[in-house]
C-alpha cells in the first residue's frame, strides 16, 4: 500500500519570495513520484516528476524538487515565485506496474503582492 | 504533447437522467485511462481504471451500474453517470497513461463539472 502525505494545506508567501512544499510518501516497493498543479476549475497539469536517476528534478515554471530515499520526501522548491503560481499543488506517487496514483490532500500555495 | 480533452467541460441536468463524459487523448494513444472525482477542496478519488478492450476495474464502494465506464479505442474512453441525482454532483476528471516511452506518467484532462438539480 502507498500513501503520500503533504505536511501544509495551506502555504501563503509573497511575491518574489522562495518557496518549498513538502511531500512526504510510503510505499513498499520503488516509486514513481510527480507534483502536480490544479488551477481553479481546471484539470491537473504536470509539473515535474522522478522515475529514476537524478535525484534533482527541474520541471516546468520553475520548479524544482528532489528525491529523499532515506528520508521518504519528494518537496517541490522555487526560487522566487510570481502572482501566477497561485494554485492548489499535489504530490502524487505511484508504484509497480498498474500506474496507479496516490495522491496527497493537495497544498493551497497563495501568492501575495 | 501528451494532451487529455474532456467533454463536455460543464453540464447541468435533472435528477433521475443520464450523463455522458467522454476522454480523449489527443496526441498519443493510451491503454489505460483513469476516472477520477474531486470534491470541493478535496483531493483527487480514483473511481476506475479503464484499459482498452476490457472491461474497466473500479475502486472499493464505486457502483459500476452507476458510473458506466467504456474503453472503445486507445484515445477514447467514456463515463456515463446513469440516473444521476444532486449526490452525483462533483467535478469529474479523466487521465491517460502514454503506452510507451514514458511509462507510469498519467496526462490529466480538464475535467468537467457535473452539476444534478
Known amino acids: 500500500a502507498q500513501s503520500v502525505t503533504q505536511l501544509d494545506s495551506q502555504v501563503p508567501v509573497f511575491e518574489e519570495a522562495p518557496v518549498e512544499l513538502r511531500c512526504n510518501y510510503s510505499s513498499s516497493v520503488s516509486v514513481y513520484l510527480f507534483w502536480y498543479v490544479q488551477y481553479p476549475n481546471q484539470g491537473l497539469q504536470l509539473l515535474l516528476k522522478?522515475?529514476?536517476?537524478?535525484?534533482l528534478v527541474k520541471g516546468i515554471n520553475g520548479f524544482e524538487a528532489e528525491f529523499n530515499k532515506s528520508q521518504t520526501s519528494f518537496h517541490l522548491r522555487k526560487p522566487s515565485v510570481h502572482i501566477s503560481d497561485t494554485a492548489e499543488y499535489f504530490c502524487?506517487?505511484?508504484?509497480?506496474?498498474?500506474?496507479?496514483?496516490?495522491f496527497g490532500k493537495g497544498t493551497l500555495l497563495t501568492v501575495n503582492p | 504533447g501528451a494532451v487529455v480533452s474532456q467533454h463536455p467541460s460543464r453540464v447541468i441536468c435533472k435528477s433521475g437522467t443520464s450523463v455522458k463524459i467522454e476522454c480523449r487523448s489527443l496526441?498519443?494513444?493510451?491503454?489505460?485511462m483513469f476516472w477520477y472525482r474531486q470534491f470541493p477542496k478535496k483531493s483527487l478519488m480514483l473511481m476506475a481504471t479503464?484499459?482498452?478492450?476490457?472491461?474497466?476495474?473500479?475502486e472499493q464502494g464505486v457502483e459500476k451500474d452507476k458510473f458506466l465506464i467504456n474503453h472503445a479505442s486507445l484515445t477514447l474512453s467514456t463515463l456515463t453517470v446513469t440516473s444521476a441525482h444532486p449526490e452525483d454532483s462533483s467535478f469529474y476528471i479523466c487521465?491517460?497513461?502514454?503506452?510507451?516511452?514514458?511509462?507510469?506518467?498519467?496526462?490529466f484532462g480538464p475535467g468537467t463539472r457535473l452539476t444534478v438539480l
Open positions: 479503464s484499459n482498452e478492450g476490457s472491461k474497466a476495474t473500479y
Open positions: 522522478y522515475l529514476s536517476g537524478s535525484t
Open positions: 502524487a506517487v505511484s508504484g509497480g506496474s498498474n500506474y496507479k496514483l496516490t
Open positions: 487521465s491517460a497513461s502514454l503506452v510507451a516511452g514514458e511509462q507510469d506518467t498519467q496526462y
Open positions: 496526441d498519443f494513444q493510451a491503454t489505460t
